[in-house]
């Protein structure tokens, strides 16, 4: 399966953003999704996850009450709508396939800026 994040770009602070996680190859449908970020000289970090059928949700802390985390498994694309966004959330995003209790296939990431 590949997966391709998109929907990233520059925003000031407090504005909104909505990346996609397109797959393609395989069916996504069967499987939970999640979404990390990797800023600039940090680790990556879980931001968000959805099960298989949308029904369960969990949130980083970080980003809980302005993110969110929905999924359209006949369009096979994950999205993460991004609202009153902050200079801290400036990272590269990556969306996930949840395999078991691993992540193992990997988007190319989408690059989101927010100025101050």
């Known amino acids: 399966v590949q997966l391709q994040a998109s929907g990233g770009g520059l925003v000031q602070a407090g504005g909104s953003l909505r990346l996609s996680c397109a797959a393609s190859?395989?069916?996504?449908?069967?499987?939970?999704m999640g979404w990390f970020r990797q800023a600039p000289g940090k680790e990556r970090e879980f931001v968000a996850t959805i099960s298989w059928n949308g029904a369960i949700t969990e949130y980083a802390d970080s980003v809980k009450g302005r993110f969110t985390i929905s999924r359209d498994n006949a369009k096979n694309t994950v999205y993460l709508q991004m609202n009153s966004l902050k200079p801290e959330d400036t990272a590269v995003y990556y969306c996930?396939?949840?395999?078991?209790?691993?992540?193992?296939?990997w988007g190319q990431g989408t690059q989101v800026t927010v100025s101050s």
């Open positions: 996930a396939r949840k395999f078991g209790t691993e992540y193992d296939y």
């Open positions: 190859g395989r069916t996504i449908s069967s499987y939970n």
